[in-house]
């Protein structure tokens, strides 16, 4: 059976993939400070908006909204007509994340920006805060698990943006996905039902 893909919206990437990501998939958006994290990412929710897709772009930072209409508006590809329809929306878990830890961060953004709301593309920019309130790397890698198997269940392609300098992305041991692929034992995993079922 053919593997399902989802374009990206980037001509040249999606014809390097073959037709684009696989689907469903949580992809790791790596690099320094202005390699284009980002405008990949944010590029991907307007392809998809212009097919009717609806996708969310989540972040710790306050005023999301705003930030992006001001360092996105200068791109082709920024439709602020698919913003006011709420194709692309802009979450801010922010609070959420400093008061009530990341498991809560994460229930708010699956069950009331993700699951309710039909979303087909995702993006988590920065991922690094939700490292910020873990003792140990091993109890991030953990979370950071949870979240994919719960992400790859709900047919979603997902963007995780990360910085990492060039040793790092070559240093395996510094990834905090590296410990886990789609065939080891997941942990406990805690159980999103969609809203109609609860």
């Known amino acids: 059976m053919l593997m399902e893909r989802i374009e990206t919206g980037i001509k040249g990437l999606d014809e390097l993939l073959e037709g684009g990501m696989p689907f469903p998939s ?12 980002t405008t990949l990412a944010m590029q991907s929710l307007f392809h998809g908006a212009k097919k009717g897709e609806k996708g969310v772009y989540i972040t710790a930072l306050s005023e999301p909204e705003d ?4 360092f996105m508006a200068s791109y082709t590809f920024y439709d602020q ?3 006011d329809e709420g194709l692309v929306r802009f979450v801010d878990v922010g609070e959420t994340l400093l008061n009530d830890g990341p498991h809560q961060a994460l229930e708010e953004a699956v069950r009331g920006h993700i699951m309710k709301k039909g979303v087909k593309r995702v993006v988590i920019d920065p991922i690094s805060p939700f490292s910020y309130v873990f003792n140990t790397l091993t109890d991030y890698r953990r979370f950071l698990h949870e979240f994919f198997l719960i992400m790859r269940g709900l047919d979603t392609l997902t963007f995780l943006v990360a910085e990492y300098s060039p040793s790092e992305i070559t240093n395996t041991e510094k990834w905090p996905t590296a410990s886990y692929s789609s065939t ?9 039902s969609s809203p109609a079922s609860r």
């Not at 080891?184 to 999103?192: A, G, I, L």
Request: proline letters at 11%; hydrophobic letters at 40%.
């Open 26 to 37: 949580v992809v790791l958006v790596a690099g320094e400070p202005g390699a284009g994290k």
């Open 81 to 83: 007509a698919a913003v």
């Open 67 to 70: 930030q992006a209409a001001r």
């Open 184 to 192: 080891s034992s997941p942990p406990t995993t805690r159980r999103y």
